[in-house]
């Protein structure tokens, strides 16, 4: 079968662009940073932590439970398994009725000193709400019109303020308390009361909340190409050059 000859010639491969050797190796510098950076920073704060649970928890374990009484080195994470099992233990004899019950007298002696109590009530509360798995707070992302108008932040979503709050806020709409975090620590920030009807709600997770925010922008959610749509775009992109090929040839004079 012959080839038609109208046929748009094929079209020749892009040339890539020459690099000098200096070009080069700035290339696999910022490689090398991107591949490696992210992996150091992770394990120098996973050894950070251990650490600083080892200085913590290592004073209160007896010589004769640790390693270093026995080898000739220090073992790093004893002082962190030491504190896990600890903390299970605790748990466990919490949950049973005599754990309860001290628990109970714990509080009731807390609850009596001034300064002692809203402070243990506030972290109480706290770390209820962040570890028990029942509570809604931080599990949805929205956006306010802050800090003027037409200039949005993204908000992480906590519950609703209660009846004493909600009476003394202005007007009859509901209001939703909402946590903006600040750039680059996500750990410090704003809160406030704001109407739920100015609240967008944003599908998005909080760990890419938190991405996007640590980043300053730079990473944004879901910025990963798509397979399926790059091979489209990228048959259209062909169609269209082998249509403007036939376009530029010259059509065949007429015979008469």
């Given amino acids: 079968m012959t080839p038609r000859d109208d046929a748009p010639a094929p079209?020749?491969?892009v040339p890539e662009p020459h690099t000098g050797l200096m070009g080069r190796f700035r290339n696999y510098f910022l490689t090398g940073l991107v591949v490696t950076g992210p992996i150091a920073i992770t394990l120098y704060l996973v050894w950070w932590f251990v650490t600083w649970?080892?200085?913590v928890v290592r004073p209160f374990v007896p010589l004769a439970y640790r390693p270093e009484t026995y080898l000739p080195y220090v073992v790093p994470g004893w002082g962190l398994v030491v504190a896990f099992f600890t903390l299970t233990l605790v748990g466990f004899l919490a949950?049973?009725?005599i754990g309860r019950t001290l628990v109970d007298v714990g509080e009731t002696l807390l609850g009596r000193i001034p300064a002692v109590r809203a402070i243990y009530r506030g972290l109480k509360q706290v770390f209820e709400t962040l570890f028990s798995g029942k509570g809604s707070s931080f599990r949805?992302?929205?956006l306010v019109e802050f800090p003027s108008p037409g200039m949005w932040s993204i908000v992480l979503i906590s519950q609703s303020p209660n009846e004493e709050v909600a009476r003394s806020l202005?007007?009859?709409e509901e209001h939703v308390s909402v946590f903006l975090?600040?750039?680059p620590n996500p750990t410090t920030g704003f809160f406030f009361y704001v109407p739920k009807s100015k609240i967008v709600e944003v599908d998005m997770s909080t760990e890419d909340a938190a991405t996007l925010i640590m980043s300053a922008g730079v990473?944004?959610?879901?910025s990963a190409p798509d397979p399926k749509k790059a091979a489209a775009l990228a048959g259209m992109a062909?169609?269209?050059r082998i249509a403007n090929a036939s376009a530029m040839q010259p059509e065949p004079a007429k015979v008469e």
């Fill in 11 to 13: 079209l020749d491969p």
């Fill in 53 to 55: 649970v080892d200085g």
């Fill in 95 to 97: 949950a049973n009725l």
């Fill in 140 to 142: 949805k992302v929205g």
């Fill in 170 to 172: 202005p007007g009859q």
């Fill in 181 to 183: 975090p600040c750039s």
């Fill in 219 to 222: 990473v944004q959610p879901g």
């Fill in 238 to 240: 062909n169609a269209a």
